[in-house]
Each structure stands twice: as C-alpha cells, then as structure tokens.
C-alpha cells in the first residue's frame, strides 16, 4: 500500500515537473517574440541552454569579494553592456555606469522597479510600494517621520548607542558570540522598538525573533515548499511575523489613549482611520518589510566591516584613536554620544564606506524597460529586465584604486553624493534612493564608537565571505569579546 503511494506521488510529481518544463519551453520558443528580437539591435551575449539559459554559471557560489567570474568573462568577451537569459528571463547585464545611472534615473518613465517572482512571494506586498509611483510617496512621507534626520538626532542615536552598550557588556561575559546573529538580534530590538514598540525583555519578543531568525535563515535557501526545508520554514516564520504584527496592530487600534511617543505602528493606524489611501494588509507587508530591509542589510554590512577591521590593525588603530579622542573629550565617561560628535566621526565614516563598497549588501538591481530604449547603440527592448551590477561599479579599477583592497583612507577627500553616485550604488540612486541609509550608517558608527573605545576582539573561527550572490558567511564569525583593559594587560605584559 505505502509502495502504491509513493508511486502515485512521484508520478504525479513528475507529470506536474514535465508540464511545467513544456510550458516554460513553449515561452522560451516562442516565435513572435523571438523574431522581434532578430529585428532589434541588441548587445553581445549568449542566451545560454534552453529554458535554464546561464543560470548554473550564474548562481555558482564565490569563496571571497572579487569580480565575480560570471561577469569577468562576459566584460572581457563582449564589453559592458551584454545579454543573458536567467532562468527563463531575458536580461541586458550592465556594468556600465552612465548606462547605470540612466536606467536608475527613470524610474516610472522609461524604466520601472522590477522583481523575481520568488522574491516577491516572500517580501509580499511592500515590493508593491517601490514599483507604484503614487504608493512610494505616501509610504515615503510616512517612514521620513520615524527614520528623518530630526528623528534620528533627537531619539535614535540614543536608543542605539543604549542598545549597543547593553549587548556589548553582556557579549564580554560569554565565551564567543556568533557575531552576524548578535549583531542582527541587537539591530532587530533597536528597529522594532522603532517599528512597533517592541520590548526585548519580554517573551513575546523573544518569539517574534525566533521567526525573524528562521525567516532570514531559509531567504536564500533554494525555493522549495515542503515541510523540514529551509525554504518552508522562511515562509512559516514569515507567516508567524505577519500574524504577531496583526495582533498588535488590532491593539493598538483599541487602545483608547495615544502613546506619548510614536512609532511607525500608530501612524499605520492614523492612516487607516480617515480615507486610506493604504489597507491594512498592505500596510503589515510594508511593516513586514521595513523590519526585514532594516535589519538584515545593515547587520550584514556591520559584521562585514569588523572583519575589515580584524584583517587591517593600522585602520583599527586610526579609527580607536579617532574614537577615543572623542570619548576622552567628553563630560562623564558614561556620557551619550552627541550629534556634533557623531557628525565629527570623519575617518570612522570613511571606514563605514569602505565596508559598504567591499560588502556591496544590495549585489543586483532590476528594472523593466516600459518601452524599447535605445542607448550605447543598442536598443533594449520593451518588457525587458536591466539587471544593474553595484558590485562590478565597486569594483572598478579605473574608478577606485586597488579595489579589492579594504582602504578607508581613500574616501579621505572624496565626500559621498547625497542620493547616491553612478560610481556609489549601495543605497541605490535617484528617487529610489534608500530612506534607511543614513539610520544604517549611525547605527553602524555608533556601534563602532562604543566597541572600540571599551573592548577589543579575538577571532575563535569563521570568518569566511561568499558571494552567492549575495554576501554571507557560510561557517559564522565567532569571536571573543574581551574589555580594552584587560586585553592591553593580557598582550603588552
């Protein structure tokens, strides 16, 4: 009977697979399409194997921070600007700057935000406010009140150094910690006390991270849905987020008093009150979302600049004596950070850009051609997806020197372009040009300014960075935190 069973569902498996290969063959052959194709003046390229197209070569994973070799090859072959077909989709690759910072430029003109469908099932609606002008705005002028510049000086740089101080005194007391996790649980508590007053010291908190953690963890997972994968329980922990974030919000539209302080759940709630122009599902994906992009993204690129800094002692000795100049400075040495003193920060800017270039946190960004564009010769044509290569921008020999080289000092007279540069893609650019950097980037310096003025780091194992395709760090990064006192003593006896 077990054995009828088992038949049964391999072969139904196998009738949906073949199905689905044969219309994804029928797409891929399909002649109107291809014979507009033959007319267009497209780049250089190859489409690849039939429906499959360079997709193997283009996920394979990369053990370290340098081009990566899919790109190489294609740049030295056919030059900056090239096709491809990515698992079904045809793609113009571009590793062209100006051609970059045009695409980025036009959004909802000639070009709109474009997405993988897997991503989008995953990040749900908030991927809807990006690609909808009118959306973007509303949404736009509702997260400038919680992550805007008054904001972010008169509460967040002192609710961030609180947090950074906390956990840094509770990490000396363990053996190791695992840094990216610590890092990313501290920046959770940090941005969801903003988000919706959370509370880390209490249970529910605990269980919310739980299935943020399994959230993050099974993001880059191959995407299959059955029980024990990865990938099942990314959804599952998205699923229980989003049901935590409904009951909370339910609450709040009951309470009968306002909350002296407001967070981004009780502007949710006054834009659900009078004429929304937003519904409260939309809302929760966007809510959803913001947790997500705020905390993953700048815990990936805090973890990857401490290990900048663990390979380079001459930048970590210039940057604690930058740091400790202005703590010894100050009245009361448990005294806040003041704004002045953050804006002061020069050369630990430098090293937070640096660790941005290096890390290049947001490897790819799509846009869809909502007509053919003709530029550099070659047309694009309409319905295409751009795919734009930050990295590659990054790493650019002609634009930055020795560019795989960790070098903060050369951001020494180069002043970062407010929305971004055709040469400094890390927030993006133009109009979609990410509201968080500047929450990310005080974050990032605060945590630096209380760690390097108060203890110092041994690596216990891990380390290692991958590109696949986005960073990450396949063994962790385990290391002892140990007090600045106690280390000096231990090493200069």
Same mark, same amino acid.
């Given at each position: 009977?077990?054995? !009828?069973?088992?038949?049964?569902?391999?072969? +139904?498996?196998?009738?949906?697979?073949?199905?689905?290969?044969?219309?994804?063959? @029928?797409?891929?052959?399909?002649?109107?399409?291809? %014979?507009?194709? +033959?007319?267009?003046?497209?780049?250089?390229?190859?489409?690849?194997? $039939?429906?499959?197209?360079?997709?193997?070569?283009?996920?394979?994973?990369?053990?370290?921070?340098?081009?990566?070799?899919?790109?190489?090859?294609?740049?030295?072959?056919?030059?900056?600007?090239?096709?491809?077909?990515?698992?079904?989709?045809?793609?113009?690759?571009?590793?062209?700057?100006?051609?970059?910072?045009?695409?980025?430029?036009? *959004?909802? %003109?000639?070009?709109?935000?474009?997405? &993988?469908?897997?991503?989008?099932?995953?990040?749900?609606?908030?991927?809807?406010?990006?690609?909808?002008?009118?959306?973007?705005?509303?949404?736009?002028?509702?997260?400038?009140?919680?992550?805007? &510049?008054?904001?972010?000086?008169?509460? @967040?740089?002192? *609710?961030?150094?609180?947090?950074?101080?906390?956990?840094?005194?509770?990490?000396?007391?363990?053996?190791? /910690?695992?840094?990216?996790?610590?890092?990313?649980?501290?920046?959770?508590?940090?941005?969801?006390?903003?988000?919706?007053?959370? !509370?880390?010291?209490?249970?529910?908190?605990?269980?919310?991270?739980?299935?943020?953690?399994?959230?993050?963890?099974? @993001?880059?997972?191959?995407?299959?849905?059955?029980?024990?994968?990865?990938?099942?329980?990314?959804?599952?922990?998205?699923?229980?987020?989003?049901?935590?974030?409904?009951?909370?919000?339910?609450?709040?539209?009951? =309470?009968?008093?306002?909350?002296?302080?407001?967070?981004?759940?009780?502007?949710?709630?006054?834009?659900?009150?009078?004429?929304?122009?937003?519904?409260?599902?939309? +809302?929760?994906?966007?809510?959803?979302?913001?947790?997500?992009?705020?905390?993953?993204?700048?815990?990936? =690129?805090?973890?990857?600049?401490?290990?900048?800094?663990?390979?380079?002692?001459?930048?970590?000795?210039?940057?604690?004596?930058?740091?400790?100049?202005?703590?010894?400075?100050?009245?009361?040495?448990?005294?806040?950070? #003041?704004?002045?003193?953050?804006?002061?920060?020069?050369?630990?800017?430098?090293?937070?850009?640096?660790? @941005?270039?290096?890390?290049?946190?947001? $490897?790819?960004?799509?846009?869809?051609?909502?007509?053919?564009?003709?530029?550099?010769?070659?047309?694009?044509?309409?319905?295409?997806?751009?795919? /734009?290569?930050?990295?590659?921008?990054?790493?650019?020999?002609?634009?930055? #020197? !020795?560019?795989?080289?960790?070098?903060?000092?050369?951001?020494?007279?180069?002043?970062?372009?407010?929305?971004?540069?055709?040469?400094?893609?890390?927030?993006?650019?133009?109009?979609?040009?990410?509201?968080?950097? *500047?929450?990310?980037?005080?974050?990032?310096?605060?945590?630096?300014?209380?760690?390097?003025?108060?203890?110092?780091?041994?690596?216990?194992?891990?380390?290692?960075?991958?590109?696949? $395709?986005?960073?990450?760090?396949?063994?962790?990064?385990?290391?002892?935190?140990?007090?600045?006192?106690?280390?000096?003593?231990?090493?200069?006896?």
């Amino acid at each position: 009977m077990e054995t !009828d069973l088992l038949l049964a569902v391999v072969m +139904c498996v196998t009738a949906l697979i073949a199905a689905w290969w044969f219309h994804l063959l @029928l797409k891929w052959s399909s002649g109107g399409h291809r %014979r507009r194709r +033959c007319e267009l003046t497209l780049p250089p390229g190859s489409m690849g194997l $039939p429906l499959l197209g360079e997709s193997l070569e283009f996920f394979a994973r990369i053990p370290s921070l340098q081009v990566v070799p899919f790109f190489k090859r294609r740049l030295e072959r056919y030059g900056p600007v090239f096709k491809t077909n990515l698992i079904g989709k045809d793609m113009i690759v571009s590793l062209d700057p100006e051609l970059n910072s045009y695409v980025l430029k036009q *959004d909802n %003109r000639a070009f709109q935000i474009w997405y &993988p469908e897997s991503l989008k099932r995953i990040l749900g609606a908030v991927l809807e406010v990006t690609s909808s002008e009118s959306l973007h705005k509303r949404m736009r002028t509702m997260v400038l009140r919680v992550f805007g &510049p008054e904001n972010l000086r008169l509460v @967040l740089l002192r *609710d961030v150094q609180g947090a950074a101080r906390s956990n840094l005194s509770s990490w000396a007391d363990r053996p190791s /910690i695992e840094l990216k996790e610590a890092v990313s649980s501290m920046i959770f508590s940090v941005t969801a006390k903003l988000l919706i007053n959370y !509370d880390a010291s209490t249970s529910s908190a605990g269980e919310l991270w739980k299935h943020y953690d399994a959230f993050t963890n099974g @993001l880059m997972s191959f995407p299959v849905n059955i029980p024990g994968t990865a990938f099942y329980k990314c959804l599952e922990g998205r699923k229980n987020i989003m049901e935590a974030l409904k009951h909370m919000l339910d609450e709040r539209k009951k =309470a009968a008093e306002r909350r002296e302080t407001m967070d981004f759940l009780d502007l949710v709630v006054d834009e659900l009150k009078e004429k929304p122009v937003l519904d409260e599902d939309f +809302c929760l994906d966007v809510l959803f979302g913001l947790l997500f992009a705020s905390i993953h993204t700048t815990s990936t =690129a805090l973890t990857a600049a401490l290990k900048f800094l663990t390979d380079n002692p001459k930048a970590l000795q210039e940057l604690a004596e930058e740091n400790e100049h202005i703590s010894k400075g100050r009245v009361g040495a448990s005294s806040e950070i #003041t704004w002045e003193e953050y804006k002061s920060m020069k050369f630990t800017s430098n090293v937070i850009h640096e660790s @941005l270039r290096l890390a290049n946190i947001a $490897p790819m960004l799509f846009r869809k051609a909502n007509q053919d564009v003709h530029m550099k010769g070659y047309t694009i044509p309409e319905g295409w997806t751009v795919m /734009i290569c930050p990295l590659e921008t990054h790493l650019n020999p002609i634009t930055y #020197t !020795d560019p795989n080289i960790f070098n903060p000092w050369r951001w020494k007279d180069i002043s970062e372009p407010i929305g971004g540069s055709k040469d400094f893609l890390v927030f993006g650019l133009g109009l979609r040009y990410c509201l968080g950097a *500047d929450f990310a980037k005080l974050q990032i310096a605060t945590f630096l300014h209380c760690l390097v003025t108060n203890y110092r780091w041994e690596v216990v194992s891990g380390g290692d960075m991958v590109l696949s $395709p986005a960073l990450s760090f396949p063994n962790g990064f385990h290391v002892k935190l140990i007090k600045k006192l106690e280390f000096v003593m231990r090493h200069y006896k």
